[in-house]
């Protein structure tokens, strides 16, 4: 059961950038990279996926290591906004690609 | 526009009585997926529909039960709730995986 690591919280000074590490050390080849974060009170919202090489989106970027065992989500400009709980979850190729959410990053984000 | 809209936001039931949430959507994509949320804790996938099949995860209490009438709706049926089952119930949505799944807002379940 491939898992991830991240720190339980992280906190951000707004409009700077923010960098969400994760670690990942038994991904195997064709398992993905998620990143979803959860505002109070709402369901998750997607942020970025990626398997191999790095991405980038209109909310971020995946900064993904040579040997894939760990990842870096970037928010390049943080906003009060951002604050949320960040998970980074591996899909599996063997289990349909299910997302089996980890404890997560609980972001602060302060003006 | 909300594309998951999940019906009611608040439910309340009694111990042991049978309650149905509902899920809608509007991006007619195949997949459809149940989650439970209790307080403080990350998501925990229970089932989902990848078009008419049902996939049930190995742990998902037998208490539970899903229905997909058609493509854009889904129910989750708890046939006698306890007070354990008392959380946030999120519906999400997907194209072929490992595509991004769309959530809603969630009914928060609560048991008397």
């Known amino acids: 059961d491939a898992k991830t690591t991240q720190p339980n919280s992280m906190e951000s000074n707004e409009e700077e950038p923010v960098h969400l590490p994760c670690n990942h050390s038994?991904?195997?080849?064709?398992?993905?990279i998620h990143w979803y974060r959860q505002l109070p009170s709402q369901g998750p919202e997607y942020v970025i996926h990626?398997?191999?090489s790095n991405v980038n989106n209109r909310m971020a970027s995946l900064a993904i290591a040579e040997d894939r065992k760990s990842s870096t989500l970037i928010l390049h400009r943080a906003t009060l906004r951002d604050a949320a709980v960040y998970y980074c979850i591996l899909s599996l190729s063997n289990s349909g690609y299910a997302l089996n959410f980890g404890k997560g990053t609980s972001l602060l984000v302060t003006p | 526009d909300a594309m998951v809209i999940q019906n009611p936001r608040y439910q309340v039931t009694q111990f042991g009585k049978p309650v149905t949430l509902s899920c809608s959507q509007t991006l007619n994509h195949n997949v459809m997926y149940w989650y439970q949320q209790k307080s403080s804790q990350a998501p925990k996938l229970l089932f989902h529909?990848?078009?008419?099949?049902?996939?049930n995860e190995a742990d998902t209490p037998d208490n539970f039960q899903s229905r997909r009438p058609n493509t854009s709706f889904c129910f989750l049926d708890i046939r006698s709730p306890g007070l354990g089952d008392a959380a946030m119930y999120l519906c999400a949505t997907s194209r072929d995986p490992p595509q991004p799944q769309h959530f809603g807002d969630g009914t928060r379940l609560s048991i008397l």
């Open positions: 990626g398997l191999t």
């Open positions: 529909y990848y078009d008419k099949d049902f996939n």
């Open positions: 038994t991904i195997s080849g064709t398992d993905y």
